[in-house]
């Protein structure tokens, strides 16, 4: 039985969600603001964590911060009041995994938790040792992090890392989202193409002067450029 941590500052909604939950047979453990959700993990890690963007004493984004200085494996689905772009990349952006917006639907909640859980409970696909390059840069999929030629480092999320993977596996194919989707989120994800979409964007931030590899196919998806 999976364990669902809860953060959410609104009784009504956290008590809605941890019900549905619950209903659907996963253990649910609830907090109400940002620094309860530091010390549940820390008792004890979750095996998924459903984080609030606006709560009192931290904010979701305070919390995701510093789970992630530590954590890069576990589960985390934003959900915000915010409607704007920006605010859904900055969640995306210091390692969340899925965002949902107020209001959502329960239906859309089980969907994105249970793809969300069986992505992390799939086995390293990777080789030991294994690495991916393009140009001056590495990818050391073991530790996933880029390492530039100057040594310098940047971390991946597991879901940027499973992106980057599948397209360097597919040089030169045109990659359909829908394709894209389903072997990262899964086939029962209820998700729009544009959660994709944010998350190419910032795969490509972190691969700096690489970045155009990823090429945009319009109409289709995504293609990776080999040397």
């Not at 609104?10 to 939950?21: G, K, M, P, S």
Request: charged share 30%.
């Amino acid at each position: 039985m999976a364990d669902v941590l809860i953060a959410e500052d609104d009784a009504d909604i956290r008590e809605w969600v941890a019900l549905a939950l619950t209903k659907a047979h996963y253990q649910v453990r609830t907090v109400a603001d940002g620094a309860a959700a530091l010390v549940a993990y820390a008792e004890r890690r979750p095996d998924i964590l459903i984080l609030d963007i606006m709560m009192p004493r931290k904010s979701g984004y305070d919390v995701c911060i510093e789970i992630r200085k530590k954590d890069r494996q576990l589960p985390i689905i934003m959900i915000t009041a915010k409607g704007s772009e920006q605010d859904k990349v900055l969640g995306l952006d210091i390692g969340a995994d899925d965002y949902l917006a107020k209001p959502f639907g329960l239906s859309e909640l089980k969907a994105r938790v249970a793809a969300l859980l069986r992505r992390a409970a799939m086995p390293p696909a990777e080789t030991p040792g294994e690495m991916i390059k393009y140009g001056t840069y590495v990818v050391d999929v073991a530790s996933q992090r880029i390492r530039a030629a100057d040594g310098a480092e940047t971390p991946l999320t597991p879901l940027e890392l499973g992106l980057l993977r599948y397209l360097a596996a597919h040089p030169g194919e045109a990659v359909s989202r829908d394709k894209l989707l389903n072997a990262l989120w899964g086939v029962s994800y209820m998700g729009t193409t544009r959660t994709l979409d944010q998350r190419i964007n910032l795969l490509r931030k972190k691969l700096g002067p690489e970045a155009d590899r990823i090429e945009t196919v319009y109409g289709r998806g995504y293609r990776f450029r080999a040397d």
